[in-house]
């Protein structure tokens, strides 16, 4: 079992930056890919980017790479979405969620996920 907490959204101007951060509770934190996604309103759900458990591979939707970056601390059970030069588009909110799979960038792989954090960027 995996609990995730999100923290770290709020309201930027675009051009800035924002680091989010998902606090993951149990043992086999490290076992599992770890994913963000993130819903705007009257959209599905999107895959934003995903770390393998060894962190040493990194998943990205095409309309971020280059500007998020993914990484995670197995040892604080904590993975990070850094996300930089936002734009009014990357307005949504941001969930967390683990895997068992290899890899995904499908929500239906994901079993645990976070309650979001909202970010907002403003034009």
């Known amino acids: 079992q995996v609990q995730l907490v999100e923290s770290g959204g709020g309201l930027v101007q675009a051009g800035g930056s924002l680091r989010l951060s998902c606090a993951a509770s149990?043992?086999?934190?490290?076992?599992?890919?770890m994913g963000w996604f993130r819903q705007a309103p009257g959209k599905e759900r999107e895959f934003v980017a995903a770390?393998?458990?060894?962190?040493?591979?990194?998943y990205y939707q095409d309309s971020v790479k280059g500007r998020f970056t993914i990484s995670r601390d197995n040892a604080k059970n904590t993975v990070y979405l850094q996300m930089d030069s936002l734009k009014p588009e990357d307005t949504a909110v941001y969930y967390c969620?683990?895997?068992?799979?290899?890899?995904?960038?499908?929500?239906?792989?994901?079993?645990?996920w976070g309650q979001g954090t909202q970010v907002t960027v403003s034009s």
């Open positions: 969620a683990a895997s068992s799979d290899y890899y995904c960038s499908d929500y239906g792989c994901y079993e645990y």
């Open positions: 149990g043992r086999t934190f490290s076992r599992y890919l």
């Open positions: 770390i393998r458990w060894s962190g040493g591979s990194k």
